[in-house]
């Protein structure tokens, strides 16, 4: 990075979170710390959900899956329109209605305290878990990248959100994620539009759209009934549904920022505006890996996406073996290339009997390449037992560290800690909320000021701030990142999900009920995600029916009677 | 303090508020009832899902 670099990147990140706290400075009500001034738009609410949603590691990792498997993973997205519509529609009214500060209170007055807070715990738990991981995940790509100090790298981030989101609040949010996006939608588009013009001058989109579809990098929907497969149509839509559900309608990171709506409609259609715009987000994101992928068609690329954990190997290495495996990679790529060329070519002049031959024969050199790249990977496990063998996550990043200009470059590392700070603050505000409205409030201190409380919120946003640094700090993950936050949260959301759903829809059910149908149903996904081999996706599904259910035959067990019974206070 | 089961779940607003007549207005030119705009994003993700699945046939 040069000194043009980091002036774009200081700028951009100090001058947002500057601007977030002179903008919410003297705010003092509760009400207006934790939810806001209550007046914001629809705009505002959309691309605060989408920017709470969107972090640093959907911009740097997506495109790494991209380019490894192609458009697959926008099935992950299919169940969010409709999931979006249905809160929308129902859990939005009652959220407004009841006036709460999270969603966990809602529970509380439909159910019982001990549901409130399990419910709030559970979201404590994964939130928590989560914070770490997006936090850690942006550092320790650009670090070693950057050949910056990752614990520094951590630190300086960290330390950036707590005191913006501290400060001002969930109002600190709102504002700053608005420009937030405004700089990771300019560093994608730029990005995307370089990539356009470094690809080969001959090159049409056409042929460039040929060459990701005749390498499977196009296939986006996959009609089939597998469960072992990731990513289908059928997971994703039901699968997803459940998991958008349960992120978009009961996680507080999600609802706080809708609940500053300054109306219904205004809450209402900023849903509806992420609704109609997840997915094209996420393909536009997917296409940039794929672009990646045609462009290292016609460009040599590394074996090995981290160069950092190539360069360490190579060390170690005695026998040379990464370096030959490097030289067989580069050969194997430039007979590729020629290949493809050929292909190209001969399908310009018409030429289809050579034109079929020669993609059959590039589609042969790319399965070669592949296995090259494979058996690399297990050298420098080999050579290095500590290194990281998946690389998806440094193939977007080492593009831009290599062929964007100076400049350019560092729009998008501010991109990519832009995205961080945005969901990273949306995160702690709702951790701050939760654990001051649903366990200091409602059983520490039940009458106190407003004053009291937001410096009791302020004092949790730099706890639960700590708490996100110091997992980073010692986080080590083998997955690949984007899908390390969807599996813990495919883990708790089913349930937390079938507690409202229960709440919403089945007004039978009492709070003993449920509340030990939660516990069970967790306890079961827990051990299912154990020994089930099936999409992580599912879990979602499976956790909230088990809930569902076990509510149903454990409240018939009860009886009416029973739950009548229970000398638990309501809030 | 709000009862559970007797508020909730309800179409009556538990705080005792009466609906909000401006939110039942979707401001929208084209699409004035809510109704009308789920439609229109289920529509959206059709379409999406349309065109993903033609970019796949077309390219393959």
Redesign the interface.
């Known amino acids: 990075m040069s000194l043009v670099d980091f002036v774009v990147l200081i700028g951009a990140i100090v001058g947002i979170a500057g601007y977030g706290v002179w903008r919410t400075r003297g705010r003092r009500g509760l009400s207006h710390y934790l939810k806001g001034d209550q007046s914001t738009g629809w705009l505002v609410i959309g691309i605060s959900v989408m920017a709470t949603q969107a972090s640093a590691i959907t911009f740097i990792s997506t495109p790494g899956q991209g380019y490894q498997d192609g458009l697959g993973f926008v099935q992950n997205y299919f169940g969010a329109p409709l999931a979006l519509i249905v809160i929308a529609a129902i859990f939005l009214p009652m959220y407004r209605r009841l006036n709460v500060y999270t969603a966990y209170e809602f529970l509380g007055r439909r159910f019982d305290s001990k549901t409130r807070l399990l419910g709030a715990a559970l979201f404590l738990l994964q939130r928590g878990l989560a914070a770490g991981i997006t936090i850690y995940a942006p550092a320790i790509i650009l670090s070693t990248v950057l050949h910056w100090r990752a614990d520094a790298t951590i630190l300086l981030a960290g330390l950036v959100v707590i005191v913006y989101t501290a400060a001002g609040g969930s109002e600190a949010v709102n504002v700053t994620q608005k420009y937030q996006l405004g700089v990771i939608f300019c560093g994608m588009v730029a990005a995307f539009i370089v990539l356009l013009t470094k690809l080969p001058a001959n090159l049409s989109l056409h042929d460039a759209l040929s060459v990701a579809g005749a390498f499977r990098k196009l296939d986006s929907v996959d009609f089939s009934i597998d469960v072992n497969r990731r990513y289908t149509f059928w997971s994703g839509l039901l699968g997803g549904f459940f998991l958008a559900l349960s992120y978009f309608g009961t996680d507080q990171s999600q609802v706080q920022r809708y609940l500053s709506g300054a109306s219904l409609r205004e809450s209402r259609l900023g849903l509806m505006f992420n609704a109609v715009f997840k997915i094209p987000m996420q393909f536009f994101i997917l296409s940039l890996g794929v672009l990646v992928f045609v462009f290292y068609q016609f460009e040599p690329p590394p074996v090995f996406f981290n160069a950092a954990a190539w360069e360490s190997g190579v060390r170690r290495d005695n026998s040379e073996r990464l370096h030959s495996l490097e030289q067989r990679f580069a050969l194997a790529h430039a007979a590729k290339r020629q290949l493809i060329e050929r292909w190209l070519d001969a399908r310009r002049s018409g030429d289809i009997q050579t034109a079929t031959s020669a993609r059959a024969q590039a589609l042969e050199a790319n399965r070669q390449s592949e296995e090259l790249r494979t058996e690399a990977r297990k050298t420098l496990l080999a050579a290095n037992p500590t290194a990281q063998s998946n690389d998806t996550d440094y193939v977007f990043i080492t593009f831009i560290l290599g062929h964007l200009p100076h400049g350019l470059i560092g729009l998008l590392i501010a991109a990519f800690f832009a995205a961080a700070l945005s969901s990273k603050a949306a995160e702690l505000n709702a951790l701050a909320s939760t654990t001051t409205m649903d366990f200091y409030r409602y059983i520490v201190r039940r009458q106190a000021a407003d004053a009291h409380y937001v410096a009791a919120s302020k004092f949790f946003t730099v706890g639960w701030g700590l708490v996100a640094i110091a997992f980073a700090l010692f986080a080590n993950l083998a997955e690949n990142l984007i899908q390390a936050v969807n599996i813990v949260g495919s883990i708790f959301y089913g349930v937390v999900l079938a507690l409202f759903l229960v709440a919403f829809f089945l007004r039978r059910v009492g709070g003993t009920a449920v509340f030990w149908a939660a516990l069970l149903a967790q306890s079961l996904v827990f051990v299912l995600y154990s020994y089930l081999r099936v999409s992580y996706l599912w879990f979602n599904l499976i956790g909230c029916a088990a809930c569902v259910l076990f509510s149903l035959v454990l409240q018939a067990a009860l009886g009416p009677e029973s739950e009548r019974a229970e000398a638990l206070p309501k809030t | 303090?709000?009862?559970?089961?007797d508020s909730?779940?309800t179409d009556d607003?538990?705080?005792g508020?009466p609906a909000?007549p401006?939110?039942e207005?979707?401001?929208?030119p084209w699409l004035k009832s809510?109704l009308s705009?789920?439609v229109f994003?289920?529509m959206?993700?059709v379409t999406?899902?349309v065109l993903?699945?033609a970019?796949?046939r077309?390219?393959?």
């Not at chain 2, 207005?25 to 929208?28: N, Y």
């Open positions: 303090m709000i009862s559970p089961d909730i779940g607003p538990p705080d508020k909000d401006a939110d207005a979707t401001g929208l809510w705009v789920y994003v289920t959206c993700f999406w899902v993903l699945v970019l796949e077309v390219f393959s």
